[in-house]
């Protein structure tokens, strides 16, 4: 099997572009796969690849872990087909799990203002970072992959815009709010600070010691629950996904276009922008649950 993976990972990245996490996601996934079947992914049948999803439910593994699981089997199968190297696909009669899509956690504008509020408070390198970082995933809904991996030459200029390369290798205009170019530029005139020891310039924005020689999305995620600590509010609230959530929620309340918010995010599919709509629907509901005349119950 080994030959064979390496040639769809290799696949993936040239012809879809796909992360280094992607790539190592399938790899993972369907290295589970083949330690499962006695056969191997190439000789398995349908009957066998349908006992590992039986088997994945009964451990109580999530149904999105299935349904992820069996679209890398099915896009693997495709692989060998399109080459040559299998006469059929045995995952093709194979049916996805039913998912109930959760609605992603989501911060009150409130919250957010309280974030900003205690990240602007210290005036140290590292506050003034951190109030960059934050002002920025705000502002634009980058990821945070996008964020910390952002070249320095994307804010050369004093413009009210970036440009962005996101997921599949596509770029995106990301524009900037007031606040969040004065952050970056107060920022700007300390970012030697960070540069790692005997090192005089660097390539990112946001440089540091890691193996990448950019501040790294774990480091961002542990920066942003220590702030919600000090702002007085619960860590596990509080993470850069969240605070993209937030972006685009809070957008959408305001009144922007569902299409403006898809592009502005980076979704190649209207469907995924699509949940913060179900946000605002259950934020209604329970808005009418809680005044409405007759959601009042005698007693």
Not at 242 to 253: E, I, K, P
Request: charged share 25%; net charge neutral.
């Amino acid at each position: 099997m080994a030959r064979y993976l390496e040639n769809f990972l290799e696949m993936l990245m040239a012809e879809r572009g796909a992360a280094a996490n992607t790539i190592e996601a399938y790899r993972r996934d369907l290295l589970d796969i083949n330690g499962f079947l006695s056969s191997g992914l190439e000789k398995a049948d349908t009957h066998q690849l349908r006992q590992y999803l039986v088997a994945l439910e009964k451990e109580g593994v999530k149904a999105s872990t299935v349904s992820r699981r069996l679209s890398a089997m099915r896009q693997y199968y495709r692989f060998l087909y399109d080459e040559g190297l299998a006469e059929d696909d045995p995952s093709g009669k194979l049916e996805s799990p039913k998912l109930q899509r959760p609605l992603p956690k989501m911060l009150s504008e409130d919250e957010v203002d309280a974030l900003l509020l205690m990240a602007h408070q210290e005036k140290e390198p590292e506050n003034i970072r951190l109030a960059c970082l934050l002002e920025l995933l705000y502002a634009s809904g980058l990821r945070v992959s996008e964020l910390v991996s952002l070249p320095y030459s994307a804010v050369l200029r004093d413009q009210d815009h970036m440009l962005v390369m996101g997921k599949g290798q596509k770029e995106r205009l990301v524009p900037l709010s007031v606040p969040a170019r004065d952050a970056l530029a107060a920022y700007k005139t300390l970012r030697g600070w960070f540069f790692p020891k005997g090192v005089d310039d660097s390539f990112y924005l946001f440089p540091s010691n890691s193996k990448e020689g950019h501040l790294t999305r774990q480091r961002v995620g542990q920066l942003l629950k220590k702030l919600a600590v000090n702002a007085g509010l619960e860590p596990k609230k509080v993470s850069p996904h969240v605070l993209r959530h937030a972006f685009a929620s809070h957008l959408l309340n305001r009144g922007a276009d569902l299409r403006v918010v898809q592009q502005l995010l980076g979704h190649a599919d209207i469907s995924t922008t699509q949940i913060y709509t179900h946000i605002q629907d259950e934020q209604l509901m329970k808005l009418v649950q809680a005044v409405h005349p007759l959601s009042k119950q005698d007693t």
